[in-house]
């Protein structure tokens, strides 16, 4: 079964800093994977997916992530984090036979001023 | 589009009361999921229909908690009775075939007293 591991409930950092999120996953096919933020008292918004074209792929709001088939990662980052990048984040990645998601327990960012 | 609409958007009721939450997907989507989010628990998938037929109940808690679909534009989640370990945000999403980006409505958030 496949699964999704995000490193780090929460995560502090500066603003102006880089934002690193870490997202490792496990599946026996190419998969396809994803990163959603969720602001406070809102829904799931997606922020950037990978679907097998390039390695990079860049999302909304300067985010980006890159997909390492060898190190079954697919961490999310930011040069420069904003105080309105505060959130929670969550990486998934697609079941392809059955259009389910496989969700990380997701991690809060929190952006110190 | 007007996006995944959820409605009630707050919802407050006593222990025992029925409450029923209600989605309308994406028009043209023919994936549509019920998840609960809790931070005990983090997001669950609870439900999830393809063309208006529930593919996987694995999800549902409890015999309490029933799902439909009776047409592509509309679904219900209804719990009956509702006890207050239900208290939780329940979001809607839907997808469409090709593409298993899911997109996600507002939530319902449940108070049960």
């Known amino acids: 079964a496949q699964s999704v591991t995000q490193l780090g409930s929460h995560v502090s950092v500066s603003e102006g800093a880089l934002v690193l999120l870490r997202c490792n996953y496990s599946?026996?096919?190419?998969?396809?994977l994803f990163w959603y933020v969720q602001y406070p008292n809102q829904g799931l918004q997606l922020l950037l997916k990978y679907t097998s074209a390039a390695t990079l792929v860049k999302g909304i709001n300067g985010f980006e992530a890159e997909f390492k088939k060898s190190e079954t990662s697919f961490h999310l980052t930011k040069p420069s984090a904003h105080m309105s990048d505060a959130a929670e984040y969550f990486c998934?990645?697609?079941?392809?036979?059955?259009?389910?998601?496989?969700w990380g327990a997701g991690t809060k960012l929190i952006i110190k001023p | 589009d007007a996006g995944v609409i959820q409605s009630p958007r707050h919802e407050v009721t006593e222990m025992g009361q029925e409450v029923t939450l209600r989605c309308k997907p994406i028009s043209g989507h023919d994936y549509l999921f019920w998840y609960r989010q809790t931070m005990m628990r983090g997001l669950e998938l609870l439900i999830y229909?393809?063309?208006?037929?529930?593919?996987?109940d694995s999800g549902m808690p409890e015999d309490r908690f029933s799902a439909k679909m009776p047409n592509a534009s509309f679904s219900t989640l209804k719990i009956q009775p509702s006890e207050p370990r239900d208290s939780a945000v329940y979001f809607c999403?839907?997808?469409?075939?090709?593409?298993?980006?899911?997109?996600f409505g507002p939530g319902t958030r449940l108070l049960v007293l």
């Open positions: 999403a839907s997808s469409f075939w090709g593409d298993e980006t899911q997109y």
């Open positions: 998934a990645v697609s079941e392809r036979s059955n259009y389910q998601l496989i």
């Open positions: 229909f393809n063309n208006n037929v529930p593919i996987d």
């Open positions: 599946s026996s096919v190419p998969p396809y």
